[in-house]
Each structure stands twice: as structure tokens, then as C-alpha cells.
């Protein structure tokens, strides 16, 4: 799929190659993330509180550790908690929306019925409590953060799975005796798959904001601190207000976020307009 | 009634999940750095055991609580040792007001921004705010409430930190009063606001453009009204039925910001309190600002069919807001 | 005649919609004038630019370059500013648009919509206005109790009287209606005809309907105007259009409507409009029956080729290929004189079946037999291609005039082969190689249905049966190509299948090329189906005369009348 969005980006418009070149460095941080921090990302390799230079390009926060290796850790947190769980949602979603769509009937009504309370139900709300009472874990952030994201693919897949049922060429595969998988597998998936992969896109840059509401409440995973996580323990810093710390121990994730947030946004638009030219206003 | 069972749903939902919980209940707290650590108190423990009513059958558990519930009963705080409802309903106007502002305002300025780039499509101005408002639109609430903070108030000093309130004070007058809390709460109410903006503009945008191409329009021009009536009475009120719904339908996402948003400013809200009940493990308190929110964000969109079936003649007696 | 006496007069127009590339020109250099209190049909197919004119005048056009003049009780339109515009608009002229499920404001009542327009241009309290649009909905046959309720509870009748309704809320001098009967069912569209009729009896108001519902333009209109990408092709007074089309677009458009043809068989043209962009010649040439290479050239002018009647095209409109003047004949049996033929005139058009009906002994065929200058009249004369008809120079050439003639058995000689009958008349012209010649005798031979086999090529015509004798002459006749087919009672042998099948051969080479034919017969059945015009002959006159669907509907004469009743007696 990566190929594949590399490959389209070549038709992107600017903004589009900007976003995509973007998630490609984060992506590289993530990953290389051992090679390139010069300092270790959980214990303390200096003085606390320095400003970017010398030998922290970043600065360090309060405890000394290296706010650079902090954040090429949190994209890994970060990439992880928005792609597992936009490939979570888009699994159970794109299930739910096969089965309603192509069963109809009474779980059609169940699963639409769920999905009208999905969409009114205060998001954060919930998660708050679920996160709560089940424990920061990351597994658990992902897991309720997918609990509320399968709307969005799931009515994608229905919609689609209803217009395709009524073609003719379902029709005329039915009479020569196809089964449900093979529909699925030969007509429903391929004409489903290219607007679930852009709906995940979209997805994971939500469920990264998601993370980092959370985090910032004090709920994400403290094993593993996130780019939300960071600025939790910025804003909950004392002197934070009055002294210049802000100015690299919030900005750099606060940055980190935001830029990554929007090159997201910037390349679902982008697929989105070319999956779909009615989309793409 | 959709919203009824939606309700019930809830507030099953409320019941089981403590119950739900793997392990012993009152281990987990959020900590720093990973440490598991239980710092109930003997008392705490013994009060929770006693509300939840874990010693009986689960039947009769959950009647109670249903009972509990209808009277307004929501349990104790320990913590702040006051009945919870009490708690939410001296936080609650603090949150609706951060709220409601936020609609208003996000709401008028993104139909105004949004109509006036459909009538000048393609125009430098909708290009300009087209490109920027969509940036915009992706930015979360909390993280445009902390560069406020730290551009107005933390760095130019303009605004106060935190509070909804001067603590202390003593006003010589009412509008005094309100000016203080208007101070206090222009930051928050801004955050929540730009951030909604976007999706609003680009709602409304849209929305006025399609109207702009009807054909009913061409009427109303070639019936020589006066442009004024054109832009208001005939396209406006049609390109207003879907904004109303997503003001409504977007609600839930809304709150989801005030939340953030208010403990980025520690605005004595709903928000706020619930991350400090969370913080010292008040369940009770927990549950019960959930229950309120969302029974509340409910509530409104409830009021969002009734006002819809008003605004659009089409719709009857079935509601037709939440097709697509 | 001075520019005030027109209600409104537009001046070479042209509208060019500049938001598309390339930029398309809808009105092309459209002129026209309107009087108080007349009615002007526009027609055309889809896309011709009719809808644009309409709202050209109007001035609803965004994103539009717009040349001429509009000019309205001696003001000019074009380029006014808005402001300006406003004032005329529905207070002077005011426009019924298309029926369709969003011209109405969906979420405002329809006793607001009528209304609001009263509320814009004059000084009327709300009671007052109320008043006012009570008396319009029971104008347009609604109860007033509808204007508390919302469009989409309207049916598309109902629609259309609100629009009507609306559209005359300001009594305007002008009303523009925009294909007022496209989604009505046939009750509601008789209706809403009658009930535009009698709105413009009483107010007056001067009309331009658009329409591409020729019943309606008849109806309706006094005068007619054709619009063909853009350009005015054909303009006169409606019953004279109607009737005798004088352009082949304007004939094509009434070939092609069930509502005026009910028993012939629809045609419609050939081919596509052209897309957009300025086109150098004729628009029409690539579609039209009668083209020739010099149309591309020019742009044709629309000028008078009759009293109250113009058309833009370079051969003057509709060729007329045969015209006959005071045809007499005289046969003297011996005492006995008998005028078979008693100062006939005929003409037939391009692309025209004519019919020549009439009993048997008629003088049909002798009247046949002297326009192909087979027999020499007494007096009168005849004219091909308005070249006098003298020797047989229009019968022996390609594209020129051929007769077959009724007895099968004697038209063909039994001595001769297949191939050699059908090959005779190039032959005899030299018309170029051999194996050419007998190319286009087995394409004529297919025409007929008959066999193109070495074996049948090489029969003897005695060995044939009548039919086949028959489809033999004919195919002899056709191999010429000629433009004008005389064919007397030529079917009249043929099994009803192959009769039907040679039929629609010919109708296609009338529809595509322009191919004319004077099909004599006594066959109504097998006329009405196939005819444009009809004569009828009675005793060597010709009694009766016109447009096949009148004489067919309305006969006049009683000799027709009883020549109808006969024929149809069983149908009926």
C-alpha cells in the first residue's frame, strides 16, 4: 500500500508532496529511530532543562533526557497507535459494513442503529472512562480508540457494498451459481479497497490526535511516551509559564504533531480527490 | 424512541464497566513511569465496595443503581467528600458556556466565511481563505489552546492563565463580573472556535455552492428581487439545513475538545474535574460526568430533529437527518 | 417600420459561454422582433440554444460574453447593470422556466414564492399581497388554500400552474415560457395549453414560447422561429412552417414528431449538432439531405423566400426537384375524346414522398407517364431542377429522374438476362467500366432483396415471377441513382414483407440523401404511411391538395371523404 500511495504521489499536487515527504521522514525517524538519536530516550544524558544546542540539538527536559530521541521515539508511538488502529477500524469496520451491507436485513438494522449512537456519542468522553478502567495500556489505547473509528469505514464499505449488489454484473455472477466468498473476493473487495485505504489515512491522523488528547490527560501509555505524552509532562511542569522552557520542551512535540497531523490530512485530501473526483471539492 | 434506548444503552453500559474491570478494580492508577502503585486508602476501598454493591447479585446491583439514577442519585465523592451530582451541576455551567460560545461563534463566522467564498468562487479571496481555513481545520483544539497560552498569556501576559474567574475578588459591579469571565474565558472559547472553524467554512462553502448553481436561484434572480432577499431568504436558508445538522452531529466531537481544551487553560469545567477525578481515582465522580455529558450531547441532538423538521418542509414524520 | 412599434426587438445577438474550453457560441447572431401582445414559438432540438436566448433576455447569464442588442420598448439591455436590469425584470418581462423539482425554493411556501416578487416591485401591504395571490392561484385553476404548502407536495402539474401563476404575478409585457409541457402527462399538458391560451386572450401579453412540442407551438404561436446551433434557420408565420417546412432542419424536426404524423413512420435527422466553436459554413451542412460542397464555404443569410417567410440556406430552402404546369391530355379512342389529364399542377420537393391517390381510370398514370416525358402533353410544362423537361435529358442521367412502370411483365424483356436488365441503363449512358457498372447493378439488385448468386444473375427474365419482375424494375430504375423516383403502383405486386422492406429503403434514401419520390397508388393504407403530401385526382383533376396528416385527418373535398371512408371502413 505504501508503494502504491509513493507511486500516486507522483500525480499529487504540492501540498500533497509536501505531506507525503513529510510522513516519509517521520517514517524514517520512526524507524531508524537507534541510529539517529545520539542520546539515550529514557534516562538522563545531561543537565535538565537545556536549550537546543551543544549536545542536545533539541535541549533536554526536566529529568536531562534528550528531547530529540524523545521524539523519534514518540513517532514510533505515534505511527503505531495511528496505523494499528486505523487498520483495526478498517478491518472490523469494513466487516461490519461487508456483512450489514451485504446481509441487510435485521443485522443491517442492528449495525446501522449502532452506528447512529456512534456518531452522537461524545468521543473523548468515553474513551476517558474506558481508558480509566482498563488501563493505559498502549494495546488498550489502540483497541478503544478503534472502538470509536470503525464508523467511518464501516458506512464507507456498506454504501459501496449496497451500489455494487445491484450491478449487474453481481447479478449475472450469482445466477452462475458464485458464493459469497468469491463475490468477496472478486467484486466487493477490490471496488471497496481503494476507499477504505484512503478512509485509513484519514483515520490514523485522528487516532494520532486521539493518542495525544488522551496523553495530555495524563492517560496514555507511560511506558511508552508519546509525543502527547511529552507535553503532558511540559504542561504539568510548574515553572513551565514562567520561565523559557516552553520554547523547545513543548514547541518540538507540540511541532512534531501538528506538522505530522496536517501532511496527513494534506494526503488523504489528496487520495480522497483521486479515488473519488466527487469528494475532492 | 431512538434517544431512549440510546439512554439505556449508556447507562447499562456506565453499570457494567466498572464490573468489567480485569483484575482487582483498585490497583490500576496512572502514574508516572510505569509504576503500579495502590494508594486507595482503607476507607476509599471500603466505600467503593460498598457502593457498587459488589457483595450482591448482579440483578440486584443493577436495579438499584437504575433507581439510584432516576432519583438524580449519582453516588458520593469521596474525594471531595459532597454528593457527585452537586459537584457537576456547580462545573457543568462552566463547560456550557465554553460550549455554546464555541458553536455560536464557529458557527456564524464559518457560514459567514464560507458563503461569502462561494459567491466569490474561484476568486483571490476564497483561494485565500480556502487554502488557509483547511489547514486550519486539522488542527486540534488543545494543541491551538496551548500556543494561545503561550503566546497571550504566558508571553504577552494579555490574558490569565487559568481559571474561570479571579479568585477573591471583589466586584464593584455586575458587568465587572462579566467582564472578568469573558477575560478568562476569550482563550479557551478562541481555541475551541478556530479549531471548529474550519470544518464549518468548508461545510458551509460547499453547502452555498450547490445552493448558488439550483435552479430555484435563477427564479428568485429573474424575479428581480432585490439581492439582499436572494442571498438570505433564498439561498441562505437552504445552504443553513445541513450546517444545522452538523452543528448538532459534531456536537459529541465538540465536548471531546472542551475537555482538553479546559484543562490546557484549567477551566473549572466538566473536563477538568474529570481528569482530577481520574487523577485521584474517584470513580463515582468519573462515571457520573460521563453519564451527564453525553446524556446532555443527546439531549441537544434531540432538540437538532425537532429544529430541522422545522427549518426543512420535506422532512415529516420520519427523521431524515442522519441518512448519509 | 420604426423600432418603437416592437415590444421588443434583439439585434444580432450572440451569446458565447466563456467558462468552457473552447468557449462555446449558443446564439449566434439571433435577430428578431416582437410585437405587443404576440406570440413567437422557438424551436429546435436540445442544445440548439434555445434556452439560452431565453435567458439572454432575461439577462440571467453569468460567465457569459454577450454581443447585440436586446432592445426593449426602445432601451437596450445589454450591459445594463444589475441594478437597472432588476426593475425589468418580471414586472416587464417575466419568465416561466422548465418544470423540475428545484425551481421552486424548497423550504419557502408557495403563497411566499408568487408573492415576493409583488412585495419587490410595488408597495403593497402583506394583506394586500395575500389578496393578490389568491387571485392568481384561481387564475392558474389552484385552490388558494396551496399557498400555505410546499412545492415538493406539489404534483408537476400543479408546479407548472404555480410557475404560471408566479410568472404573471406582476402582469408582464412579456412572457417567456420555457417548454411548459416537457413532464406532463397528456391531461395535465392539454390543460396547461388551454389554460396559457386563455391567460394570454386576457392579459395581452406579448409571448415567446419555447418549445420542443410542435403541438404546442402550433397551438400557441402565431409565428415560428427555427434554431439550429444558435443561428435562426427558418422563420414564418406557424401554420405555414408547419405545414411547408421550407429548411430541411425545420422538416426534419416535424418528420421526427409523433404529434403531427400518426400513422407515418418517425425519422429523425441523421447525425449529431456540431460541437461547439463558430463553424465556417452552413451549420447544418453535414446533416442536411441537399448539402453540397459549397455550403461549407459560407455562412448562409436568412433572407425572405416568400411573403412572411425567411430562411437561411443557399439553395433558398427545400430544392424543388419536379414542378408540372397545366398538364392537359387528350385521348381520342375513336369518336369518343376523353381529357384524361385536365390542366394538372404538381411539384415535388427534395426529400418529399408525394402521394398521387385516386380510383382507378383516374389519370394517374397517364399524368405519370407525361412528367417523366414518357408521353408528350397537350399543353403545360414540366420542370426538373427548374429545367424545362424537354427530349429525355433528366431521365438519362445519374442522379436524375426514373419511372417504373405498373405492369412488371412488359417493363422487363423476357429475352434478357438478370444482370443485362439491371445494367441497361448504364449501359446505354456509358457510365463508366464494365465491371463498375455491374458492381452497382448487384448493390441495386440487394436493395430489392434479390439474389446476387451467379445462377440468378445469368436467368432469363421470362423464367422470374411478377414480383421478381417487379423488384427487377425497380432495381433497374434505382441503379441510376436518381434523385426523383416516379413509381407507379409498383408495389402492388410484392408480398407485404419485401413491400415493406423496399419501402424503408427508400424512406432511408429519402432521409439520408434527399431522395424524392410521386408514388401513385390506390393503397391509402400503404400512403398514409409513407407520404408527406398528398394529391388526390379525380377524373384527370386534381381535387384535393396538401400536408399528408390534414388530408388524412381533415379531408375536404367529398370526393377524398369517400375515397377515405372506403378505404378505412374496416379499421374504423
Known amino acids: 500500500m505504501l508503494v502504491k500511495i509513493v507511486e500516486g504521489g507522483k500525480e499529487f499536487s504540492l501540498p500533497g508532496k509536501a505531506g ?175 476507499l477504505v485505504a484512503v478512509n485509513m489515512i484519514r483515520l490514523s491522523g485522528r487516532a494520532i490526535v486521539a493518542e495525544a488528547g488522551l496523553s495530555f490527560l495524563g492517560l496514555g501509555d507511560p511506558t511508552s511516551k508519546s509525543w502527547g505524552l511529552i507535553i503532558h509532562h511540559a504542561t504539568n511542569f510548574k515553572g513551565i509559564y514562567y520561565t523559557d522552557f516552553w520554547k523547545w520542551w513543548l514547541l518540538y512535540p507540540w511541532l512534531a504533531l501538528i506538522i505530522m497531523v496536517i501532511s496527513l490530512a494534506l494526503i488523504s485530501r489528496e487520495l480522497e480527490r483521486m479515488v473519488d473526483p466527487r469528494l475532492g471539492r | 424512541m431512538e434517544y431512549l434506548f440510546t439512554i439505556w ?45 459488589l457483595d450482591r447479585p448482579v440483578a440486584g446491583q443493577y436495579l438499584s443503581y437504575l433507581a439510584d439514577l432516576l432519583r438524580g442519585d449519582l453516588g458520593y465523592s469521596l474525594y471531595y467528600n459532597e454528593p457527585v451530582s452537586a459537584i457537576i451541576l456547580r462545573r457543568l455551567p462552566w463547560t456550557t458556556f465554553l460550549v455554546m460560545a464555541a458553536v455560536l461563534l464557529s458557527t456564524v463566522s464559518g457560514t459567514i466565511l464560507g458563503s461569502l467564498s462561494a459567491w466569490y468562487r474561484e476568486k483571490l479571496l476564497d483561494k485565500l481563505l480556502f487554502f488557509h481555513l483547511i489547514l486550519l481545520s486539522e488542527v486540534p483544539a488543545f494543541l491551538l489552546g496551548l500556543v494561545l497560552l503561550f503566546t497571550f498569556a504566558a508571553g504577552l501576559g494579555l490574558f490569565p492563565l487559568s481559571g474561570a474567574i479571579t479568585h477573591f475578588a471583589s466586584y464593584s459591579s455586575w458587568w465587572e463580573k462579566l467582564l472578568d469571565i469573558l477575560h478568562h474565558a476569550f482563550l479557551p472559547v478562541m481555541a475551541l472556535t478556530i479549531a471548529r472553524l474550519g470544518g464549518m467554512y468548508l461545510l458551509s462553502r460547499n453547502s452555498m455552492t450547490t445552493v448558488l448553481e439550483k435552479d430555484y436561484l435563477r427564479t428568485a434572480w429573474a424575479k428581480g428581487l432585490p439581492q439582499k432577499r436572494i442571498i438570505f431568504r433564498h439561498a441562505l436558508r437552504n445552504a443553513l439545513l445541513p450546517i444545522v445538522t452538523r452543528v448538532f452531529l459534531s456536537l459529541g466531537s465538540l465536548v471531546g475538545g472542551a475537555i482538553l481544551v479546559e484543562n490546557v487553560f484549567a477551566y473549572p469545567g466538566l473536563g477538568h474535574l474529570m481528569r482530577e477525578a481520574v487523577m485521584v481515582h474517584d470513580y463515582p465522580l468519573v462515571q457520573g460526568i460521563f453519564l451527564v455529558v453525553t446524556i446532555c450531547v443527546l439531549l441537544a441532538n434531540f432538540l437538532a430533529d425537532l429544529v430541522y423538521r422545522k427549518l426543512d418542509p420535506r422532512i415529516g414524520d420520519y427523521s431524515g437527518i442522519r441518512g448519509g | ?166 410568472a404573471l404575478s406582476c402582469d408582464p409585457e412579456l412572457l417567456i415560457v420555457d417548454e411548459p409541457t416537457t413532464s406532463l402527462d397528456p391531461a395535465s399538458k392539454n390543460e396547461v395549453l388551454q389554460l396559457l391560451q386563455k391567460l394570454q386572450k386576457k392579459s395581452g401579453f406579448a409571448m415567446i414560447l419555447i418549445s420542443h412540442d410542435l403541438g404546442a407551438v402550433k397551438k400557441l404561436t402565431s409565428r415560428v422561429m427555427t434554431l439550429y446551433c444558435g443561428r435562426v434557420v427558418e422563420l414564418g408565420i406557424t401554420s405555414e412552417v408547419l405545414k411547408n417546412p421550407l429548411h430541411c432542419y425545420t422538416r426534419g424536426l416535424l418528420n421526427s414528431s409523433p404529434n403531427f404524423f400518426r400513422y407515418k413512420d418517425l425519422w429523425g435527422i441523421g447525425g449529431e449538432p456540431p460541437p461547439g466553436g463558430s463553424i465556417e459554413g452552413c451549420a447544418f451542412y453535414p446533416r442536411c439531405c441537399q448539402g453540397e460542397e459549397s455550403c461549407r464555404q459560407a455562412r448562409p443569410p436568412l433572407r425572405y423566400v416568400a411573403l412572411e417567410r425567411m430562411v437561411a440556406c443557399h ?104 444482370l443485362e436488365v439491371v445494367r441497361e441503363p448504364l449501359d446505354i449512358i456509358k457510365w463508366g467500366k464494365r465491371d463498375e457498372r455491374e458492381e452497382e447493378a448487384m448493390k441495386a439488385l440487394q436493395k430489392v432483396q434479390l439474389p446476387v448468386s451467379p445462377e440468378f444473375l445469368n436467368r432469363y427474365c421470362y423464367a422470374l415471377s411478377g414480383g421478381q419482375r417487379q423488384r427487377l424494375a425497380i432495381a433497374r430504375a434505382l441503379v441510376t441513382k436518381p434523385k426523383l423516383l416516379i413509381a407507379d403502383e409498383v408495389t402492388s405486386m410484392l408480398d407485404p414483407s419485401t413491400q415493406a422492406n423496399l419501402l424503408r429503403e427508400l424512406k432511408a434514401l429519402q432521409n439520408r440523401h434527399g431522395f424524392a419520390m410521386l408514388y401513385i397508388t390506390h393503397d391509402l393504407h400503404l400512403a398514409r404511411k409513407i407520404a408527406d403530401k398528398v394529391y388526390v385526382m379525380y377524373r384527370g383533376e386534381i381535387v384535393e391538395t396538401g400536408v399528408s396528416f390534414e388530408i388524412f385527418e381533415n379531408p375536404e373535398h367529398v370526393y377524398t371523404k369517400r375515397l377515405l371512408r372506403e378505404a378505412f371502413r374496416d379499421l374504423v
Open chain 2, 9 to 53: 444503552v449508556l447507562v447499562t453500559l456506565n453499570f457494567f464497566l466498572p464490573r468489567a474491570m480485569p483484575g482487582d478494580p483498585f490497583l490500576y492508577l496512572s502514574a508516572d513511569e510505569g509504576q503500579e502503585v495502590a494508594r486507595f486508602s482503607e476507607e476509599q476501598r471500603q466505600y467503593y465496595l460498598e457502593y457498587y454493591g
Open chain 3, 315 to 418: 439553395k433558398g430552402g427545400i430544392e424543388t426537384f419536379l414542378r408540372a404546369e397545366g398538364i392537359r391530355k387528350k385521348y381520342i379512342l375513336k369518336e369518343r375524346e376523353i381529357e384524361a389529364v385536365k390542366g394538372v399542377s404538381l411539384e415535388i420537393k427534395s426529400g418529399e414522398v408525394v402521394a398521387l391517390v385516386g380510383e382507378s381510370g383516374s389519370g394517374k398514370s397517364t399524368l405519370a407517364h407525361i412528367l417523366a416525358g414518357v408521353l408528350p402533353a397537350d399543353a403545360g410544362q414540366v420542370f426538373f431542377k427548374n429545367k424545362k423537361v424537354e427530349g429525355r435529358w433528366a431521365t438519362k442521367m445519374v442522379g436524375g429522374m426514373q419511372i417504373i412502370f405498373q405492369d412488371p411483365f412488359s417493363a422487363t424483356s423476357h429475352r434478357l438476362k438478370v
Open chain 1, 20 to 194: 507525503l515527504a513529510v510522513i516519509l521522514v517521520v517514517l524514517l525517524a520512526a524507524i531508524l529511530a537507534p541510529y539517529i538519536s545520539i542520546h539515550p530516550h529514557n534516562i538522563s544524558s545531561g543537565p535538565p532543562l537545556v536549550p537546543p544546542g551543544g549536545g542536545h540539538p533539541l535541549g533536554t527536559d526536566e529529568l536531562g533526557i534528550d528531547l530529540w530521541a524523545q521524539l523519534c521515539y514518540g513517532a514510533r508511538v505515534s505511527l503505531l497507535v495511528g496505523f494499528g488502529t486505523a487498520l483495526l477500524a478498517a478491518l472490523g469496520g469494513g466487516l461490519i459494513g461487508i456483512v450489514s451491507g451485504y446481509l441487510g436485513g435485521w443485522p443491517d438494522k442492528v449495525f446501522m442503529r449502532l452506528i447512529d449512537i456512534m456518531i452522537v456519542l461524545p468521543d473523548l468522553p468515553v474513551m476517558i472512562v474506558l481508558a480509566a478502567f482498563f488501563g493505559p495500556s498502549l494495546l488498550n489505547i489502540i483497541f478503544v480508540l478503534a472502538l470509536f473509528s470503525w464508523v467511518f469505514p464501516a458506512r464507507i464499505v456498506r454504501s459501496q457494498i449496497l451500489m455494487v449488489k445491484e450491478r449487474s454484473y453481481i447479478k449475472s455472477a450469482e445466477t452462475y451459481g458464485a458464493g459469497v466468498w468469491y463475490l468477496l473476493g472478486k467484486h466487493f473487495l477490490p471496488e471497496v479497497f481503494p
Open chain 3, 1 to 166: 417600420m420604426t423600432a418603437e412599434q416592437y415590444l421588443l426587438e434583439i439585434k444580432n445577438l450572440s451569446i458565447t459561454y466563456h467558462a468552457v474550453h473552447p468557449p462555446v457560441k449558443a446564439v449566434d447572431g439571433v435577430s428578431l422582433q416582437l410585437r405587443k401582445g404576440e406570440s413567437l414559438g422557438i424551436i429546435g432540438e436540445s442544445g440548439c440554444g434555445k434556452s439560452t436566448l431565453a435567458l439572454g433576455i432575461m439577462g440571467l447569464l453569468k460567465q457569459v460574453g454577450v454581443e447585440g442588442e436586446i432592445i426593449y420598448r426602445g432601451q437596450n439591455l445589454v450591459g445594463l447593470p444589475e441594478k437597472r436590469l432588476r426593475n425589468y425584470r418580471w414586472k416587464d418581462m417575466a419568465m416561466v422556466f422548465q418544470n423540475s423539482l428545484e425551481v421552486l425554493n424548497p423550504v419557502l411556501s408557495i403563497g411566499e414564492q408568487i408573492g415576493e416578487p409583488l412585495r419587490a416591485h410595488y408597495n403593497l401591504s402583506p394583506l394586500e399581497i395575500d389578496q393578490k395571490v389568491v387571485k392568481l392561484l384561481e387564475m392558474a385553476g389552484l385552490e388558494p388554500e396551496w399557498r400555505h404548502c410546499y412545492p415538493h407536495q406539489l404534483s408537476g402539474g400543479m408546479r407548472q400552474r404555480v410557475l404560471l401563476a408566479m
